[in-house]
T-cell receptor, first 111, second 118 residues
Framework: RKEVEQDPGPFNVPEGATVAFNCTYS??????FFWYRQDCRKEPKLLMS???SGNEDGRFTAQLNRASQYISLLIRDSKLSDSATYLC????????????FGSGTRLSIRP | GAVVSQHPSWVICKSGTSVKIECRSL??????MFWYRQFPKQSLMLMAT?????????EQGVEKDKFLINHASLTLSTLTVTSAHPEDSSFYIC??????????????FGDGTRLSIL
């Protein structure tokens, strides 16, 4: 089983739709969680951190479910500019901190 | 916010050439920087952790003699791909944590370097 798993997609949804994707992680000791957005041939950019209490930033909502070991990202009223690959990132801490990327979920918003 | 600069952004060179990529933290000191590689349609894969003033820590399967890392100052880490071959063609990205207790901070990424070996 992969340490961090994401549905690769692609998710193809119409503009204005609500779309959600999950990311599961295998290590219950994981401590920090993030969603990054990566446009084609560009570096990842932080979209939002994910907190246990859940957090919202405009049209984006991220949630963490420690019991089931997954995080989610919800995008409401999707825009064409939301088309990108969304990477789930999990950080584990032991003697050496470990940063693990999911393989990414490709999202395509159509007019 | 914290900025990480990477240079060059694109390199095209002949097989057998050694290529150096620089990663700089512009407004903060980074004792640790990370080097990733990303092949098309795949996720970022950590290659090595660069530590200022000491040897880099390489991930399993990454040849340290092939990918030389030097972290000579608190704001600069370099990755040299020695005797590059077409299979080394990839997108290389560095990252660093901003100052403070980085355990719960997101990383900041450089712009990436697209390496094409002919």
């Amino acid at each position: 089983r992969k340490e961090v798993e994401q549905d690769p997609g692609p998710f193809n949804v119409p503009e204005g739709a609500t779309v959600a994707f999950n990311c599961t992680y295998s290590n219950s000791a994981s401590q920090s969680f993030f969603w990054y957005r990566q446009d084609c041939r560009k570096e990842p950019k932080l979209l939002m951190s994910v907190y246990s209490s859940g957090n919202e930033d405009g049209r984006f909502t991220a949630q963490l479910n420690r019991a089931s070991q997954y995080i989610s990202l919800l995008i409401r009223d999707s825009k064409l500019s939301d088309s990108a690959t969304y990477l789930c990132v999990v950080t584990e801490y032991s003697s050496a901190s470990k940063i693990i990327f999911g393989s990414g979920t490709r999202l395509s918003i159509r007019p | 916010g914290a900025v990480v600069s990477q240079h060059p952004s694109w390199v095209i060179c002949k097989s057998g050439t050694s290529v150096k990529i620089e990663c700089r933290s512009l407004d903060f000191q980074a004792t640790t920087m990370f080097w990733y590689r990303q092949f098309p349609k795949q996720s970022l894969m950590l290659m090595a952790t660069s530590n200022e003033g000491s040897k880099a820590t390489y991930e399993q399967g990454v040849e340290k003699d092939k990918f030389l890392i030097n972290h000579a100052s608190l704001t600069l880490s370099t990755l040299t791909v020695t005797s590059a071959h077409p299979e080394d063609s990839s997108f290389y990205i560095c990252s660093a944590y901003p100052p403070g207790r980085y355990s719960n901070q997101p990383q900041h990424f450089g712009d990436g370097t697209r390496l094409s070996i002919l």
